[in-house]
């Protein structure tokens, strides 16, 4: 199906030209002008061809293109863009209805032309050696010029332009008012899934999607649960990372947790508000030049001083850091980059996350940090640390050797209630600091508990 996009504008048409352009710029300066294909995807079918998933276009379509237009190929080549389009039969209009002109698509693109894909073969048989993307190798056993591809495309994502970050604006927006739905549709009894319904349902009602499956749970501790059966108990946490995409395929990614009874417990007070202490002070770290890094291990040092005071950890702070300490209970990264994916530009593997000549770390933990570069103006980044109680963790002979007694399991049956808790927030960094693009959404635990059981009825 061809269709142009009801959100196409004159500001996006002018940022894709510029987009374009300069990518047009790095095939000449950095691979001798060889000619690059984008394709847009198609969806994909289940159980029977007929039967498609929701098309989705790639990202790197979305970028230099900006509609989803399925089946759709855009070339590159001597400084011109082609968009090569499916060419609408009658069971396109039967099944689908009417399709866009080729005029309304490059008014809506900004493409030099539009032309249809069963022409595309003879335009590029004179196009030797094309480039594509996606790779249609791994970025592991990409060539010479397909690294230096990747580079040029990294060098202008990395950095969102104004039409990029008012896209994430809008997708954050949307994702606010989905996660206060789930907090007034919670209280004991009611299904897990029906607090996800009542997220979801803010999403759909935008005509966005979900930028990735939605977690939601009173399993917090398990970082990626597909889980959706269970029912909110009286003391439970419900730890909800749900965030909407787009109509054009920006993301927001957010996470919050809220007591389903709509009070914490002492202890669960106590944790979060550890959490959260973490989370705002690598979030005030966030400006230009910092290394992200250094943002994750600012907000280890919190929790690991915290934890300390909690009496789970016993020792002098810098030491327990060396040794990881923190990994036992934060065992994942601070964050990772945001925009036209979730996790963004991460099918280029950590040629896109780390800067050149940084490599992941061996210690527990600190190896899923998905973003080591210095930060740039333009960038937006989350900030998501957490507490989570892992029963297989805590009691690894492996993980526990380097701690020699620092850790003491004996006060753990104190926070039995907690499981796990994060608290995550979409950042964009500017000139002279950064702007929290999800700070309309409550995180002090006063303000949770006054949103939580306010809706009149759950779905």
């Known amino acids: 199906m061809v269709s142009a996009h009801p959100s196409a504008t004159v500001g ?13 710029q790095a095939l000449t300066d950095r691979l001798g002008g060889r000619a690059l294909l984008v394709s847009a995807g198609r969806a994909p079918s289940r159980n029977y ?108 994502r990395l950095c969102h332009d104004d039409q990029g970050i008012a896209e994430i604006r809008r997708a954050a927006a949307v994702t606010v008012r989905a996660h206060r ?70 993301a927001s990614d957010v996470t919050r947790t809220w007591p389903t009874g709509g009070t914490f417990s002492p202890s669960q007070r106590a944790v979060y508000d550890l959490v959260l202490e973490s989370q705002l002070a690598a979030i005030a770290k966030v400006q230009p030049g910092v290394r992200y890094r250094d943002i994750h291990l600012a907000a280890c040092r919190v929790l690991v001083s915290g934890l300390r005071d909690l009496g789970l950890l016993v020792g002098e702070i810098d030491g327990l850091l060396e040794r990881g300490a923190h990994g036992l209970f934060f065992p994942h990264g601070i964050g990772h980059l945001l925009g036209l994916d ?54 690894s002979e492996r993980l526990l050797a380097p701690l020699r007694g620092d850790f003491r399991p004996d006060k753990l049956t104190q926070f039995a209630d907690v499981r796990g808790i994060r608290i995550e927030d979409d950042v964009l960094v500017t000139d002279s600091g950064c702007e929290v693009l999800t700070a309309a959404l409550e995180k002090r635990a006063d303000d949770i508990e006054a949103l939580v059981g306010q809706s009149s009825s759950a779905c």
């Open 12 to 24: 996006l048409a002018n940022a894709l030209k510029r987009r374009r352009a300069a990518l047009n």
């Open 49 to 156: 061809p007929d039967n498609t998933h929701e098309f989705r276009a790639s990202s790197h379509f979305l970028f230099l293109a900006g509609v989803p237009i399925e089946g759709a190929v855009l070339l590159l080549a001597g400084g011109q863009s082609t968009l090569f389009v499916h060419r609408s039969t009658e069971a396109d209009a039967l099944w689908h209805g009417e399709t866009a002109s080729p005029e309304s698509i490059q008014a809506a693109t900004s493409v030099d032309q539009v032309r249809y894909l069963d022409e595309l073969d003879g335009v590029t048989a004179s196009l030797p050696g094309l480039l594509h993307l996606p790779l249609r190798t791994s970025p592991a056993s990409a060539s010479a010029d397909e690294l230096r591809l990747l580079d040029a495309v990294i060098a202008l």
């Open 181 to 250: 739905a789930g907090m007034a549709a919670t209280r004991p009894g009611v299904r897990v899934s029906s607090v996800r319904a009542a997220m979801e349902r803010e999403i759909l009602a935008e005509d966005f999607t979900n930028a990735y499956g939605s977690i939601v749970t009173t399993s917090g501790e398990v970082l990626h649960t597909r889980e959706r059966r269970g029912i909110c108990g009286p003391s439970d946490l419900l730890l909800a990372d749900v965030g909407a995409e787009s109509d054009l395929g920006w």
């Open 342 to 395: 979730v996790h963004d530009m991460e099918d280029f593997g950590d040629r896109a996350g780390y800067a050149p000549g940084r490599t992941r770390s061996e210690q527990f933990g600190l190896c899923y940090l998905r973003l080591d570069r210095d930060l740039l103006p333009g960038m937006v980044v989350t900030i998501e640390p957490g507490l989570y109680f892992v029963p297989a963790i805590l009691r």
